[in-house]
């Protein structure tokens, strides 16, 4: 009967281990699945770098290279009114760049 307990205690030693290490593996994934989302969102393959900022080529719209180089955030840059020539011609709303 001794024996048996210290099988039982050693399975139930396992069986914390495989826990824990399913926790391990679980966090990775999450990890990973972040990563892969930020990636998608950074695609740069239909972006082209002209005069400082990111021109899609798919749509006419402008891309804050700031924000797509530090925050991995794909952001769309608004087009500053004329009286605001001098300034620069794109805003971007995120980290407040001219361009
Ligand atoms: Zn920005």
Wanted: a positive charge.
């Amino acid at each position: 009967m001794q024996k048996f307990s210290n099988l039982l205690a050693d399975l139930s030693m396992d069986f914390a281990d495989t826990k824990m290490a399913l926790a391990d593996m679980k966090e990775e994934n999450a990890n990973l699945k972040s990563q892969l989302l930020k990636q998608e969102k950074t695609d740069k393959s239909d972006l082209e770098y002209i005069d400082n900022i990111y021109h899609s080529n798919t749509n006419e719209c402008a891309y804050c290279p700031t924000c797509i180089d530090s925050k991995n955030i794909k952001i769309r840059l608004t087009k500053l009114p004329r009286a605001f020539k001098k300034l620069g011609t794109f805003k971007c709303n995120e980290c407040k760049s001219v361009y």
